[in-house]
């Protein structure tokens, strides 16, 4: 079924509702800019045009997590390409006073909706959709990327409201028919969403990020300082190695990697560890057999980042890894915001790569085959 568009609408003077996903980089509790902002300022500034009262609703981290934080940071770097404002409330008397005041083409920014007990719920009976529903005309879902979440804001105010998709949703949408030839791909697999499971079963899969690191363990490695930051880090860690290890026997892992030695890069053997030191990127030698099975692949998807891209040191691998395909001839996709925020840091044009999708878990969601809540909730 084709979902309706901004472009089936009239919204002059009308206010609508829209759920984007701003979720992205954090460094030194800074929120990087990245292709998911801008790409969501487009959308939002699009119907500010068309004379639309624009209510913004998103997410950054999730709750307990380090990286969970406000949006007022969001607000800023939206601002540099959309006028919106930002307010620290989602559905409180100010919310609720912000919403009613708005006029035509104007936007607002509510708060972190993760911050909500609601958001979780993710149906249309609960005080998140009871509050604020009724002041809508439209429901507007541009994040394809959270579509795999059955979450209030996602799955709740469809199931009440008139709703359709915006452009950066259309866009993935569009592209997804194209992902047919990724059944026999070697899908890299790094960062630190453990949704990566999903793909485990495929026929080449490498990893790296802080994702190989927990499947090195679920092989029975003991990395010293990086199993206590996973156990420290990873939600449900037990659980997840316990999946991992249903999983991860035919699956490359690293053989070597790079720690952080008091601010140094220092490469070991997996032979090498326990260290006393966190790991932060893949090594030489895991770089160099990466990059051969990428020239000898015809088709590659990566998703997530081999290593910690903040850092100059540890950058080395990501690069190493998206240059590599970058240069080769296979088809190729990369999936998920720290994934594209790393090209431009490394200034890898997208032209480069076949689909640069702003999506991690749910493009998981979509390669084997799992329906997405958020679009059947559309759908419906
Ligand atoms: C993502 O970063 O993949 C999306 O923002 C969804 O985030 P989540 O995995 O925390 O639900």
Known sequence: MKFKTIDDFNFSGKRVLVR???NSEVSDGKIQMSDRISESAK?????????ARVVVLAHQGRLGDEDFTSLEQHAKLLNKIVKIKFVDDVIGEKA???ISSLKDGQAILLENVRGLKEE????????????LAGHFYLY??????????????????PKVLPSCIGRTMEQELNA?????KMKNALFILGGSKTDNVLLMKKKKVITCGVYGHLCLVAKGNDLGAQNKFLEKTVKDYSAVLADLKKVVLGVRTPMDLAVNANGRRKEL????????YEVFDIGSRTISLYKDLIKNSEAVFMKGTAGYCEDAKFCFGTRELLN??????CFSVLSGGHTSTALKKFGIPKKKFDYVSLSGGALVWYLVGKKLPGLEALRK
Do not use: M
């Not at 507007?140 to 105010?157: C, K, L, P, W, Y």
């Not at 590599?324 to 001839?329: D, L, M, N, V």
């Open 140 to 157: 507007v879902n541009d994040a394809f990327s959270v579509s795999h979440r059955e979450q209030t804001s996602i799955t709740g105010f």
């Open 269 to 276: 053997a997996i032979s090498e560890f326990p260290s006393e």
């Open 43 to 51: 959308t939002i500034a699009e119907l500010c045009k068309k004379g």
């Open 120 to 131: 979780s719920d993710g149906g249309a009976e609960n005080n998140l959709v009871r509050t």
């Open 20 to 22: 984007v996903d701003l």
């Open 96 to 98: 609720l006073s912000e």
């Open 324 to 329: 590599a395909i970058a240069s080769s001839k």
């Open 176 to 180: 997804l028919g194209h992902l047919d």
